[in-house]
């Protein structure tokens, strides 16, 4: 199925990538909920973003698998190591991060759960980003 972004990529490849913009919107929003104390909801919402992200890059995934992309060049694999890194690293970091909150007991954190969900936080913009490029490169020019 072809894309709506007037590019090479299919579909699920446009549908994440455009899902993915708003994708640091939402956290903020979660962040902010945080702020004002409403701690349920903050959790709750993050456990869905988690859920959505996860959907996402099992649908983007298959949809590069299926549509092929041009990945050959230098300049692109070395993007790709770039976007894998702050990728996996990131994400890794907020499922432990929101397994670690979900484990203590009355949200009373022995660390410093503000201070690792921000850098979570500047992980995941940089994923996007550079996924972002890697979009550009192999489904643009
Ligand atoms: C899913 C389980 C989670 C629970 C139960 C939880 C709970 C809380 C609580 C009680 C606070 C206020 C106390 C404090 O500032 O130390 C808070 C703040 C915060 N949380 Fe979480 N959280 C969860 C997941 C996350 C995740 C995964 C992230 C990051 C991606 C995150 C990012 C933040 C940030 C940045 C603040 C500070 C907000 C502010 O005051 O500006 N939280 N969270």
């Not at 919107?25 to 004002?36: E, H, N, P, V």
């Not at 913009?125 to 996924?131: A, D, E, H, L, R």
């Amino acid at each position: 199925m072809n894309g709506f972004l007037g590019t090479r990529a299919n579909f699920i490849v446009d549908l994440t990538i455009t899902i993915s913009a708003i994708l640091p919107l939402l956290l903020l929003l979660t962040f902010y909920l945080a702020s004002i104390g409403k701690y349920k909801l903050h959790k709750n919402l993050q456990l869905l973003l988690i859920f959505i992200t996860l959907s996402l890059v099992v649908a983007l995934e298959l949809g590069i698998r299926a549509h092929g992309s041009n990945t050959n060049s230098f300049e692109l694999k070395a993007i790709l190591i770039v976007h894998l890194f702050f990728a996996i690293t990131s994400f890794v970091g907020w499922i432990y991060l929101a397994i670690k909150s979900l484990m203590t007991k009355d949200m009373k954190f022995d660390f410093d759960h503000k201070r690792w969900g921000k850098l979570v936080y500047i992980g995941l913009c940089f994923s996007i980003v550079t996924g972002w490029i890697l979009y550009f490169f192999a489904f643009v020019f």
